[in-house]
């Protein structure tokens, strides 16, 4: 896990400067100049079925789930995350849970969910354990926001290790082709970070990985 996430206090003030500088989706890179356009284009790639139930592991602040619930209102949301101060700013309406992705299980009674989103996480926990969790609860689709081809200073300097695509493609998860002239990185200024880390993301691929239950 990320050391941040071991003070409550300063993911609360890192999260609200991001807010304050206008991103509210905490991923490396987006599939388009825009976050609306990033989260439209995740859309049209998993397309719930109408009242789809959507579960977000480590959900950040849930910024594409909230354009997500923009478009389509009909959708609910279970918004899972480790840290209450990310839970409390949370800008998609749902259900918040608090607690370790990996550990999560569907309770007693209630439907699988329709879709499952893992965008930029699994680097922090044990991520077979939390995909074969997030399988076990998914009846439809699961969707897989990663980076691959990272180096050791990336692990190192981010501190971050993204799943393996051996893990992935064992796990039953497919590529979903995009070139990489199509992402756009999303900037980091002096305030998140050093020459190294902004050097360390650049050279990494995104990844989208989707599993269809």
Same mark, same amino acid.
Not at 126 to 136: K, M, N, P, Y
């Given at each position: 896990m990320h050391p941040l996430y071991g003070d409550e206090a300063l993911v609360d003030r890192v999260t609200r400067q991001h807010l304050d500088q206008g991103r509210t989706i905490f991923q490396l890179w987006l599939a388009g100049p825009t976050e609306r356009e990033h989260s439209v284009t995740m !859309?049209?790639?998993?397309? @719930?079925? =109408?009242?789809?139930?959507? +579960?977000?592991l480590g959900c950040g602040v849930a910024g594409?789930? #909230?354009w997500w619930h923009t478009i389509r209102p009909d959708m609910t949301f279970t918004l899972q995350n480790v840290s209450k101060a990310q839970?409390?700013?949370?800008?998609?309406?749902?259900?918040?849970?608090?607690?370790?992705?990996?550990?999560?299980? !569907?309770?007693?009674?209630? @439907?699988? =969910?329709?879709?499952?989103? +893992?965008?930029?996480?699994?680097?922090?926990?044990?991520?077979? #354990?939390?995909?074969?969790?997030?399988?076990?609860?998914?009846?439809?689709?699961?969707?897989?926001?990663?980076?691959?081809?990272?180096?050791?200073?990336?692990?190192?300097?981010?501190?971050?290790?993204?799943?393996?695509?051996?893990?992935?493609?064992?796990?039953?998860?497919?590529? =979903?082709?995009?070139?990489?002239?199509?992402?756009?990185?999303?900037?980091?200024?002096?305030e998140d970070g050093t020459d190294e880390q902004r050097d360390a993301v650049s050279h990494s691929t995104p990844v989208i990985w989707t599993r269809h239950g």
């Open positions: !859309l049209d790639i998993v397309r @719930p079925p =109408h009242r789809a139930r959507i +579960l977000s594409m789930e #909230r839970l409390d700013l949370c800008l998609c309406p749902g259900h918040r849970l608090l607690g370790d992705a990996q550990g999560y299980t !569907l309770p007693v009674g209630v @439907p699988k =969910h329709d879709v499952t989103v +893992l965008a930029y996480m699994l680097g922090h926990v044990d991520a077979q #354990r939390t995909l074969e969790h997030a399988i076990a609860a998914t009846c439809g689709t699961i969707l897989v926001l990663d980076v691959m081809d990272v180096s050791d200073a990336f692990k190192r300097l981010l501190h971050y290790d993204p799943p393996s695509p051996w893990t992935m493609t064992k796990l039953g998860f497919r590529v =979903h082709r995009r070139p990489k002239a199509a992402w756009h990185r999303v900037p980091m200024g002096d």
